[in-house]
């Protein structure tokens, strides 16, 4: 009773304490929960149709991608793969989420029943040979869920490669499948009728030769015009629901400065004195010592390759350049190079070698070499080369060896050069024995091919490099122009007598891989599109380029909220005002020529120059670059017509010379399904913008490159 009643006393401040507690727990929860909002949305890469991408996952899928295209032999490089790569989620995500919509779907016994069949797109260009059956060349779905389990089970980093390779075929079989159901469906929504299709006949058919005066705009000089601000703003108005000035996302515009590492005068130098030390070495017989020591470019392998294996200035001299003679110090501009050279050898040499082998080991190289003997004499003696090959293990299989296969490798090992240059010593049908480390081959060369001159050289070939000083010496100038010049008006002023010059960065968002199509810009891409920056903004320099060889400076000129580009960004100000001035353009040719009722009185008007054509199979349908014009000539009669035409590049009169219809019957089924068809390309082809328009997309990848 006493503990209760000093409860009781005590009742406000123990709430009080309570209430604190509650709050205290409460409160770190929210923490914590505002702490994982805070954490995902820093990951946060996408959102897409309301579905938030994680960073992480999403380079786990672009990972993958890369590695197999590569698998698969895409030559594009790993930007645009990865460019790629986004591509293809976002049109995964993009029609997963409409056919979701749709109620469409892929079932499992609809890819069952493609694999067991084996003959779709997706299948036949599986690059896996073990998943096709080898005498029909179509996919196999059990040799496919045979090497599935195999892969699965075996622990090694090669088979984990084809299983997940494998499931990621499947997957795009099954997108691809959604798609097509989905592309069926657009195609049975996609219809014309008989008025377009006779339309459709007529634009095609029906065409004329016209004499056409034209008074083009161009051929007024922009200042015999005034266009007031109001004007501009009416064109502005006009066009405001275009793509140049309607955006869908964010859009940032700039300017940038772009600048080159060049080797510098002494750099040039120091190369050349050790290029010239090089040519003084090149009477030694250590050939690759000598290549290793100076760094060259190009190993020496010692095999005779044709002038293809050099570059243009080399190929183009090696014929004036004596045996045992060295040439350079020399320069090859095409390749930024400085190049010594010694010819060792010229020798006329098969193009193609043919030739096949049977390998022969042993346990050791007394067995290898007692093996390997036999094995020759057996050949020589006249015992046939498949049978004798099997008794190996061996198939023996006939190989050409084309001068082309290897004379631009990279890298020649070592036993490589051995067996190239062994076979360039053979002649048909002689057999040799090939030393090898623990092992031996019997070669035999079965035909020579193409007589060709080839060559064998020693040659140093060094890059023109900047040095670190220069580096260093190159961003310190730009370094110190950005910190003598803060205004963009200043750096226009005094970026000429500093040979920089200043380029547009027009309306870019973030969905951009890069800022001018410059490689390895993403440090300047993420500056862009701080959130701290302002209007005026003007960047240090980021290291950028193909091999991070230029450095890019970047001023933010303009930032534009979804909706509307203003009219007086720059880009927007110069296209809205030239069709301004056009416009006035066309109310004073209008004006000249009110008075004209025929081609001599075109011709006859001096106010504006007149420019006369005759313009043959004028119709609807390929008369593009003046859409108007088309369409008043196609609905014309034979004859002068007296009223002009304002078209895009200038104001028209025209005389119908003659008109005719073209060879070919109405057929009104055919011209509606080509309609259908042509609506239905339109669609395909306008469909994923208008998906990215209505799933509000968010792209932050720019952050996370």
Same mark, same amino acid.
């Given at each position: 009773?006493? %503990? ?71 030559? !594009?490089? @790993? ?12 049109? =995964? ?6 056919? +979701? ?11 069952? @029943? ?81 008025? =377009? ?16 005066? !034209? ?37 940032? %515009? ?12 002494? @750099?040039?130098? +120091?190369?050349?004195?050790?290029? $010239? ?19 060259? *470019?190009? %190993? ?30 020399? =320069? ?14 010229? $020798? ?50 006939? $190989? ?16 490589? &050069? ?9 002649? #048909? ?39 670190? =000083? ?12 950005? &910190?003598?010049?803060?205004?963009? +008006? ?29 490689? *390895? ?85 001096? %106010? ?37 035409? #304002? ?19 109405? @057929?009104?089924?055919?011209?509606? +399904? ?32």
């Amino acid at each position: 009773m006493a %503990a209760l009643g000093t409860i009781r006393k005590r009742g406000i401040i123990l709430i009080c304490i309570i209430g604190l507690g509650l709050f205290a727990f409460i409160a770190g929860d929210m923490f914590k929960s505002c702490e994982g909002t805070k954490a995902e949305r820093s990951q946060r890469l996408a959102v897409i149709a309301g579905e938030k991408i994680n960073a992480q996952d999403y380079q786990k899928f672009s990972e993958e991608f890369v590695e197999f295209m590569k698998m698969e032999g895409q030559q !594009a490089t @790993d930007e645009q793969l990865r460019e790629a790569a986004w591509n293809s989620f976002l049109q =995964e995500k993009l029609l997963v989420d409409e056919a +979701e919509k749709l109620g469409l779907t892929i079932t499992d016994d609809e890819i069952n @029943d493609v694999m067991t069949k084996g003959s779709h797109p997706v299948l036949a260009q599986f690059p896996i040979p073990q998943v096709h059956n080898q005498q029909t060349g179509l996919f196999d779905v059990n040799a496919y869920r045979q090497l599935i389990n195999q892969t699965k089970q075996a622990n090694n980093q090669q088979a984990n490669q084809i299983y997940r390779y494998l499931l990621y075929k499947e997957h795009q079989l099954r997108i691809t499948l959604l798609f097509e159901k989905y592309s069926n469906l657009l195609t049975a929504c996609t219809i014309s009728n008989p008025a =377009e299709a006779k339309f459709a006949f007529d634009s095609e058919k029906k065409e004329s030769d016209v004499l056409l005066a !034209a008074y083009d705009y161009k051929a007024i000089n922009d200042n015999d015009v005034k266009v007031s601000d109001a004007e501009l703003q009416q064109k502005y108005d006009e066009l405001k629901e275009t793509a140049l000035i309607k955006i869908q996302n964010e859009q940032r %515009a700039g300017k940038f400065i772009l600048v080159r590492k060049v080797a510098s005068e002494k @750099d040039r130098s +120091e190369l050349f004195d050790e290029l $010239t030390q090089a040519a003084s070495l090149m009477d030694s017989t250590d050939y690759q010592g000598v290549a290793r020591q100076f760094n060259s *470019n190009i %190993a020496f392998t010692g095999v005779p390759v044709t002038k293809s294996a050099f570059s243009p200035a080399v190929a183009n001299m090696v014929d004036s350049i004596g045996v045992n003679t060295v040439k350079g110090p020399f =320069e090859d501009a095409a390749d930024n190079t400085l190049n010594v050279i010694r010819i060792i050898s010229k $020798t006329t040499l098969p193009d193609s070698i043919q030739y096949r082998v049977i390998g022969v080991g042993g346990k050791d190289q007394a067995e290898v070499n007692t093996r390997a003997d036999s094995v020759l004499k057996a050949a020589q003696g006249g015992e046939d080369f498949e049978v004798l090959a099997k008794r190996y293990g061996q198939t023996a299989e006939k $190989t050409w060896l084309v001068t082309s296969d290897y004379e631009r490798a990279a890298n020649i090992g070592a036993d490589d &050069a051995k067996m190239i240059n062994m076979l360039h010593e053979m002649n #048909k049908n002689e057999m040799r024995l090939l030393d090898l480390a623990g092992s031996k081959l019997l070669i035999q060369v079965l035909d020579l091919k193409k007589p060709v001159q080839k060559y064998v050289a020693l040659q140093v070939k060094r890059s023109i490099d900047y040095s670190d =000083e220069t580096s260093r010496q190159i961003t310190n100038d730009l370094r110190q122009f950005l &910190a003598d010049n803060r205004t963009l +008006e200043s750096l226009e002023k005094n970026a000429p007598s500093k040979q920089y010059q200043l380029m547009d960065i027009p309306g870019i968002d973030t969905s951009v891989s890069g800022i001018a199509n410059v490689p *390895n810009t993403k440090e300047a891409l993420r500056w862009f599109f701080n959130s701290d920056r302002a209007e005026g903004d003007i960047s240090d320099p980021f290291t950028c380029g193909p091999n991070q060889d230029m450095l890019m400076a970047v001023v933010l000129t303009g930032i534009y909220d979804k909706g509307y580009k203003p009219l007086t960004d720059a880009n927007v100000n110069e296209v809205i005002k030239q069709q301004a001035l056009n416009d006035k353009k066309a109310e004073k040719i209008l004006e000249a020529v009110k008075s004209v009722n025929s081609i001599d009185a075109a011709k006859a008007v001096t %106010a504006v120059p007149c420019r006369l054509d005759t313009v043959q199979h004028v119709s609807f349908a390929n008369y593009n670059q003046e859409p108007k014009l088309a369409g008043a000539v196609a609905a014309s009669k034979p004859g002068f017509n007296k009223t002009p035409v #304002k078209g895009k590049n200038g104001v028209y009169f025209y005389q119908v010379l003659e008109q005719r219809t073209l060879e070919g019957a109405y @057929d009104e089924k055919q011209y509606k +399904e080509r309609a259908a068809q042509r609506n239905l390309s339109i669609l395909q082809n306008t469909l994923l913008d208008e998906l990215v328009r209505n799933a509000k997309l968010t792209d932050n990848r720019y952050i996370f490159m």
